[in-house]
């Protein structure tokens, strides 16, 4: 392995929550009179902190969202997390071949420390992740493209951010390693290779990866 740390975005990389959230995201928006369709929503919101969605909407709109929104936004997805969320295919098989062969492994997601858990409980990835490899944007305050994120991953797992790899399928992801000085694999599955300018190598099949690294 060319790498000391493998640093996992968590929403479309590790469980299947893109669909599921963006297409919640989509009909909330539009009901509080900001019209967003599922395709803009992935365009405009992949891969954003909660905050973000707060400022693009007021930037566009001139309007605020109101102040319990993010409770709401949450409430709805975790129900539909529980009915319906799933690991994205090959996500196992690759935490699988990391720990077999001694390769650290962190998850840095823009979503908020409950998402995370809550997502990865329901599709079994909480045995591959404990507390001291999970990091949110709610620990360093701005979300991507800012680096923040990955390098506070980078520190407390302590590597050096240039042995680090990210793992990311959005392009404020992808923004968000290039800042930190990190190489970065894009995974293409929900998101056009064509948008994620910047990667190092770009893939389509997760259970490819662990390979793609070495």
């Keep these: ?7 996992f975005d968590n929403d479309g990389v590790l469980v299947d929550s893109e669909p599921i959230s ?15 369709s599922y395709e803009e929503s ?5 891969g954003s902190a909660m905050h973000r969605i707060h400022e693009v909407v007021q930037e566009s709109s001139g309007r605020q969202l109101p102040d319990d929104f993010d409770d709401v936004f949450h409430g709805r997805v975790f129900a539909a997390f529980e009915r319906e969320l799933e690991p994205v295919p090959g996500a196992v098989q690759v935490l699988e071949k990391l720990a077999a062969d001694g390769v650290p492994y962190c998850v840095a997601s823009s979503g908020s420390h409950e998402r995370i858990r809550v997502g990865h409980r329901k599709t079994g990835l909480d045995r591959w992740f404990d507390e001291g490899c999970v990091f949110s944007s709610q620990d360093v305050g701005r979300g991507k493209p800012a680096p923040d994120l990955f390098l506070y991953a980078a520190e407390r797992m302590g590597v050096p951010t240039q042995n680090c790899v990210v793992v990311e399928d959005s392009p404020l992801g992808v923004r968000a390693a290039n800042a930190a000085g990190m190489d970065v694999y894009g995974f293409a ?3 056009p290779a064509a948008r994620l300018v910047g990667a190092t190598q770009v893939f389509s099949d997760m259970g490819e990866l662990a390979d793609l690294l070495v």
């Design 189 to 191: 599955a929900m998101t």
């Design 22 to 36: 963006n297409t919640i995201l989509a009909a909330y928006l539009t009901e509080l009179g900001h019209p967003t």
């Design 42 to 46: 992935l365009r405009d919101y992949m």
């Design 1 to 7: 392995m060319r790498y000391d740390l493998v640093i």
